[in-house]
Structures are given as C-alpha cells and as structure tokens.
C-alpha cells in the first residue's frame, strides 16, 4: 500500500514496519483505555471496528467469488487483489473471539428484562452461532481462494514459500482439473449464500440487538449490502494504489477501472434503497417501538447531524460526482471517493451503535479512542494484505507481460 | 456543396480496411461526409473519433424534469382532497420522494430515446442518392468529396486501399 510510488526497486518501503507499528499503538492506546481508563468505551470502539474492517474483508473476497460464479471475463487483475483480503479472514476470526471478553460493554441488553427474547439474546448462544457462522463463511471463503490459486499459481508460479509449498503439493498429488474448477464455482456460491445468511446474522445479533426493543426485518439484508459497498471500495482503492506504484507491475486497464467503478456506484444506490425501504415502511407504520430509533439517529440533536453527514457522504455527493464517466476511469479520483465513502460507512457504523450505548448524550461521543483503535485494525489489515502479496507475488505481474512470456 | 467539388464513395470488404482508409483520409484535405456500416463497429468510431454525444444531455434533462413532475402530481392530486390521512401531512416528502424518483427514471428513459431519435435524425423515409443496398447487407461505405481536379487521386486512393469505387453526379 505503498502512496508514494518511486522508482527505487532496491529499497523497498519497509511497509511491513509501518504496518506492524501502526498496529502496535493501535492496540496499545485499546489496552490502556480498556484497563485504566474507560473500558466501555475502549470495548465499543472495537467492536465498532471489528464490525468495519471484516466487512471491508468479506465485501471484497465476495468480488471475486461474484466474479467467478458468473463467468466474468472482464475483472482478471481485480480479482487477484480482491482474493488478497482473503488473509484478514483468520484475524478476523480471531478477533471475533477476542470480543468475547468485552461482553460487559458492548451488550447493553444483558442486565434487561428482554420479555422472552433471551431465549434467542443469551451470550454463549449468540456468540456459538456467530461462531459458527463466521467459521463457515471463512472456511468457504479459503477453501474457494485454494482452488482460485491452483488456476493462477499453475501459469504464473510462486515465489513465496507457501505458495511453492502449495505447488509441491499440486506436484505430487495433480488434481483432477475439471473436478477442481467445478468444485471452486461451487465454493464461490457457497460463499454468496453464506456471507448473505452470515453477515445477516451478524448485523442482528451484534449491531440490532444492542436496542434489543427495535427490530427491523430488513436490517441483515441492509448489512450485507453495506459490507459489498465498503467492500468494493477498498477493491478499488487497493487496486488503484497498486496501479499507480511503480513498484510492481500491476496493472488495470482503464475500462476495468471504468466497470469497477459502475459496480461501486450501483451499490450506492443499492445502499440508499435498503436504507430507504426500510424507513418508508417505519415511516408509514409509524409504531413508537420503530420510529423511536429512526428519530433518535435521524432527527434528533445531537445524532442528526452525523446521520446527514453520512447520508450526502455516502449517497448525495458519490451520486452526483459518479454520474460523470470520465471519473470512473481515474483511479486517483477514484481512490479519494471510495475513501471518502468509507470513512461515511464507518461514521454510519457509529451511528447505529452509538446511541444504543450513550442514551441523552449532549454531544457526539466520538474521539480519538475510535480513531486509535480504528488505526490499529487499519494496520491489521494492511499487514495481513502486504503478507499475501509477499506470498504470492506474482500476482502483481502484469497480465500483458505473462502473455508475452 | 460549392459546384466544383464531386463526392466518390469507395465501397469496402472489410471493416478494418474501411477503418484504414478512414485513417487515411483524415491526414489529407479531403473531407469524409458519411460512412456506413452494417453493423456498429468500434474500429471504424476509433478511426472517426466523432464528437462526444449530446444523447447523455437530453437524459439528463428528461431525469430532472421527470422527478419534478413526480414529486408535484402527487402533491398535486393529494391538495385536489386534503384530507389528513393517519396523522401524515398532505403534502408528505417521504412517500412522494419514490414518485419522483420512479417519474426521474421514466423521463430520463423516454429522454433518452428523444434524444436518440433527434440526434440521429430519425425518421429519414429517403435514401441519398448514393446509397447502396449492400450496406445493410457486407459493405462498408466511406463517401468522401474533394474538388474536382483532385477526383482522379482520391480513386486512387480509395483503389490503393483496396476499395471499389462508385461515383455519383451530385
């Protein structure tokens, strides 16, 4: 993820560094907050995170299986970057149980009377089958990437030391490839389908129910969408980024970038739909169990601002510049959108979880512990990047110069 | 079309051929006034580099005016009656937000079928004079003018490039 591109070979960035340090502070201001000074909040912000960054994972592996399942023929070196967030899945997973300690701070609804719903709404219950679900969706999610990297490790090679443990492996045992690509579309809809059920369940059980009275049908749909849209975007920048370093070879053509980009924005829309159908049904019924949590984020102080902040961030504005054509094909005007985008999706995170843990704030309780402990997912997730690519660099080969090869 | 200038069409096989000597053309005075083709060709728009659509700008046009015209024949109908109807205002932004945006796309859509009709010049119920059939069917056309002087280098031309050549007395 190296901005500034330059022509030194011999004297890489050590990006690795910068990553591991980055995580390193990340953690250690979510340590200190949590232990001396404010653990609810050190808690939340991770959550918070944990929630953003898997989505950003699990949006982005699901353009390759999307791709892959439907025959495309367009995305070639899109793919390839959107499988390297393939290695965030056993960090996230690990994560996930991590959160088990902080179960104090981010279920406000353990020390309610929940009505008969703690029969669904009951700790090892909940955290069993997200489990469970996560598990399931990561398990498909490297079992498709390891039938995905026969294809590609076959005609390009591998250099890393997994990847030529993976060819010895192929070397001996040689797979029946016809078997193997039927089997690798199969994971690739598995994948589809669990990571719809999964991050459904997800966004009920960990984002809906901290408001443990509110209950909206369309919510799981609503998440998953999300994670396609932030998913997609982190695809772009991540590709726009490595496009435009001149450190590898990688390259996208421009009506790639183009298609990508049209992708990008039909999930704006998308996004907004899910939103909107949701609130005109709440709108229409007017129950006060509903409306009360769409009134408090949307139009009551201090809430409302952020929920228009996010909505012109995430919708209005990536609409009205989106529309033009030529945008879609710059990948630096690109990756300052798609930012942008993101940054409203994690702010849109905030919104939904933020209220549910701070009832009558005066002011948005947002600060620099949500900004550190983002920092440190940040660098996570870069390192987990930067570690695929290290594998498999031949990944970031020009397409163009393996044909002439 | 002054009087001294001729138009001679030259009548290809193939498309990148036609595309080539629509290249040609460019470099020299000649001017190109029409070229056909049977079926639509990226080569042969490369080779002409036209001038950017103006379609996009009717669709754009007819979205807007579309999602105005939603929005107020539903507040239009719901004052013909006002009646408050569940404690919702008569005029309600929500709701009447999706009429305008089902109109933005329906106007946008017709827009855009204008404006293809209008820049393509449609209907046209005559053929031009130097129209040949075959251009409907195998044949890439390149109908290009120059003065008359010049006529027997631009055959030649159009010869060279592999074309057969159909002249017309305009």
């Keep these: 993820m190296s901005t500034q591109p330059s022509k030194n070979q011999e004297n890489p960035l050590p990006l690795m560094k910068i990553f591991y340090g980055l995580t390193a502070a990340g953690f250690l201001i979510f340590i200190t907050v949590a232990l001396v000074g404010n653990p609810a909040r050190a808690w939340q912000a ?20 999307l791709m892959h399942t439907v025959k495309a023929r367009w995305s070639g070196p899109l793919t390839d970057v959107a499988e390297s967030f393939t290695a965030f899945f056993p960090v996230s997973l690990v994560l996930f149980v991590i959160l088990f300690l902080g179960q104090q ?3 406000p609804w353990l020390h309610e009377d929940l009505h008969g719903k703690e029969v669904w709404l009951n700790v090892p219950f909940m955290f069993g089958r997200d489990l469970f679900g996560l598990c399931l969706l990561y398990g498909l999610g490297l079992t498709f990437l390891y039938h995905r990297l026969y294809f590609t490790l076959k005609d390009r090679g591998a250099s890393g030391p997994f990847g030529r443990w993976l060819l010895a492996r192929w070397d001996q045992h040689p797979p029946d490839e016809k078997r193997l690509a039927s089997r690798m579309t199969v ?4 994948y589809l389908l669990a990571f ?16 443990p009275h509110w209950y909206s049908t369309l919510f799981g749909a609503y998440t998953f969408v999300k994670a ?23 390259h996208v053509e421009k009506n790639q970038f183009h298609d990508i980009g049209k992708l990008f924005f039909a999930f704006c829309l998308v996004w907004a739909d899910f939103f909107y159908a949701q609130f005109v049904v709440i709108w ?11 009134i408090e984020r949307t139009m009551a102080a201090p809430w409302n601002v952020l929920a228009w902040t996010v909505f012109i961030g995430c919708f209005i504005a990536p609409f009205l510049i989106l529309l033009n054509r030529r945008i879609k094909t710059m990948p630096r005007a690109m990756t300052v959108i798609c930012l942008a985008v993101m940054a409203g999706i994690w702010l849109e995170h905030y919104l939904l979880l933020g209220p549910s843990f701070h009832h009558h704030a005066q002011y948005i309780p947002l600060g620099w512990v949500e900004a550190a402990v983002a920092v440190g997912f940040f660098g996570l997730l870069a390192a987990a990047v930067t570690i695929y690519f290290k594998q498999f660099p031949e990944l970031l080969v020009s397409r163009q110069e393996q044909l002439i090869d | 079309m002054p009087a001294d200038t001729v138009s001679i069409m030259g009548i290809f096989s193939s498309e990148q051929r036609a595309a080539l000597a629509i290249d040609g053309l460019r470099e020299t005075p000649w001017i190109i006034e029409q070229v056909y083709s049977p079926i639509p060709s990226h080569a042969i728009e490369h080779a002409l580099e036209p001038p950017k659509s103006r379609v996009g700008w009717f669709t754009l046009a007819g979205g807007i005016i579309g999602f105005f015209t939603g929005f107020f024949l539903a507040a239009f109908t719901s004052l013909r009656w006002s009646l408050i109807v569940g404690g919702k205002p008569v005029v309600a932004l929500v709701p009447f937000f999706i009429v305008g945006f089902e109109f933005t796309i329906l106007f946008a859509v017709l827009g855009n079928v204008l404006g293809l009709i209008s820049q393509a ?3 046209r119920f005559e053929t031009p004079a130097h129209y040949d059939e075959r251009f409907s069917g195998d044949r890439f056309g390149v109908l290009a003018c120059c003065s008359e002087d010049e006529q027997d280098e631009l055959t030649r031309f159009f010869e060279t490039n592999g074309a057969e050549i159909k002249t017309n007395d305009v």
Excluded: C
């Design chain 1, 46 to 65: 991770y959550l918070l995170n944990f929630l953003f960054f898997s989505a950003i994972a699990q949006g982005a592996v699901l353009f390759s299986a």
């Design chain 1, 105 to 107: 701070h981010i279920f």
């Design chain 1, 187 to 190: 994971f690739g809809i598995l």
């Design chain 1, 196 to 211: 719809a059920l999964v991050l459904s369940l997800v966004g009920y059980d960990l984002v809906m129910a901290t408001d």
């Design chain 1, 228 to 250: 396609v849209f932030i998913g997609f975007g982190a695809l772009i920048v991540l590709s726009s980024i490595l496009h435009l370093s001149s450190r590898n070879g990688y």
């Design chain 1, 284 to 294: 229409y019924g007017n129950i006060p169990e509903e409306t009360a949590y769409v």
């Design chain 2, 121 to 123: 010049r449609l209907p």
